[in-house]
């Protein structure tokens, strides 16, 4: 795991099985982002297992085997979607093409766990509700900066606990590292990833309902500009939104491809999170100047200051508590309306944004 390279990163965490081998076989289809890694991590560390894999790039399907020598390399997808022993199949397959194979895995009677952004358009979400309904069937998303960080989990168990009162406003960042040279073409087009506040958005998105604890929001002002990387015209390199939740919680979030070089980390992602009785910031990757280690939180209330070091203390229980949700049919995890909702409000920042017009002249807006 690589902690300069966004695209690789793959957390690894505390081994917490909910289920004996066999129970809950998984597979992999679609290796166009490396977040595929630390969802089959995750979902390993639970106790499922990791049987089979899928990708039409044979080099990938390989270096997936490598990184996992259990797996078979499946010929064809539908080798691994007409296994009836498989329980789920887990993807991160290019942004615009993960509904499709979402649709296609559920009617093979089998649950999804796509990477973010799950959709790239509202037509999309609506599919996957109607499909999930008919079926009955999961459709997980990775999430990661929430799920698979043990500070951005410890501080939705805080505010569960009382320790901030109620939620009444959040602040998110979500810079990145580009790394331009090393990206596929399908990263810089939003018609495959779908937009910077559809992709990299949509964990801010998601913080905000769960932190807040809102069913749905609306977006009040978006933005969204390319100011450096004109060799690729279509890319956009800055994000943000301002949304208001339906229990009147307030949001702001800043999404970005500018982490300089010399940053210790892929990206200084944080959050601070206001409550009526205290406030909590939570950085996620790094502490800088100060511990290159990731996973620092700071509460103060009425008790104090206080510095929670989270780092191997806390767990990611999202993955054991989703399989269980499968097996079950149980909503545990994460809700299926929370995770569909937190994708179309993405989608619907992306398409409301304002684009922001970079010259050497004053900016200009369109």
């Given at each position: ?10 957390p690894?965490?505390?081994?917490s ?16 982002h ?17 049987v ?13 085997k490598e990184?996992?020598?259990?797996v ?5 997808e ?6 009836p ?6 993807s ?6 993960r ?9 093979h009677g ?7 952004p ?7 979400v609506?599919k996957?509700r ?31 606990e ?13 810079p ?7 990206r ?19 964990h801010?998105i ?5 932190y ?5 929001a609306?977006v009040l ?12 015209p279509?890319?956009e ?6 949304l ?6 307030t949001f702001y979030?800043r999404?970005?491809?500018f982490t ?8 200084d ?10 406030y ?5 990757y ?26 191997g ?10 399989i ?6 149980t ?8 995770a ?15 684009q922001v ?8 807006v369109?």
């Open positions: 795991m690589s902690k300069n390279d966004g695209m690789n990163y793959a690894k965490g505390k081994v099985r909910v289920v004996e081998k066999g129970e809950f076989r998984f597979a992999a289809i679609g290796l166009d490396g977040h595929i890694y630390g969802m089959c991590n995750g979902l390993l560390e639970a106790g499922g297992e990791l089979a894999v899928y990708d039409p790039d044979e080099k990938k399907a390989s270096g997936f990184k996992y020598p259990e078979t390399i499946a010929a064809s539908d080798e691994i979607l007409n296994d022993t498989i329980h789920l199949v887990a991160a397959n290019i942004p615009v093409d509904c499709a194979l979402g649709l296609r895995v559920l009617d089998k649950h999804y766990f796509a990477d973010k799950a959709f790239t358009t509202k037509e999309q609506e996957a109607e499909k999930t309904a008919e079926t009955g069937l999961k459709w997980g998303i990775y999430y990661s900066e929430r799920l698979h960080v043990e500070s951005a989990i410890f501080a939705g168990q805080l505010i569960e009382g320790a901030i009162g109620r939620v009444i406003q959040v602040m998110g960042t979500g990145h590292r580009a790394r331009a040279n090393a596929p073409d399908w990263f810089f087009d939003p018609k495959y990833y779908g937009g910077i506040l559809c992709d990299i958005g949509s801010q998601e913080q905000f309902l769960h807040s604890g809102a069913n749905d609306k002002h978006s933005k969204v500009a390319n100011y450096h990387f004109k060799q690729y279509k890319f390199d800055y994000g943000d939104a301002t208001v939740a339906d229990n009147g919680a979030f999404v970005d491809w300089p070089d010399g940053l210790g980390t892929w990206g992602g944080r959050v601070i999170i206001l409550g009526t009785k205290g909590i910031e939570v950085r996620k790094i502490d800088i100047g100060r511990d290159s280690s990731g996973d620092h939180l700071y509460l103060v209330n009425h008790e104090g200051e206080k510095h929670f070091e989270c780092n203390k806390v767990g990611c229980p999202f993955f054991g508590e989703f269980l949700d499968c097996l079950n049919g909503e545990h995890a994460m809700t299926q309306e929370h569909f909702k937190a994708a179309e409000l993405c989608i619907e920042a992306q398409e409301k944004a304002i017009e970079s010259a050497d002249t004053p900016a200009a369109k």
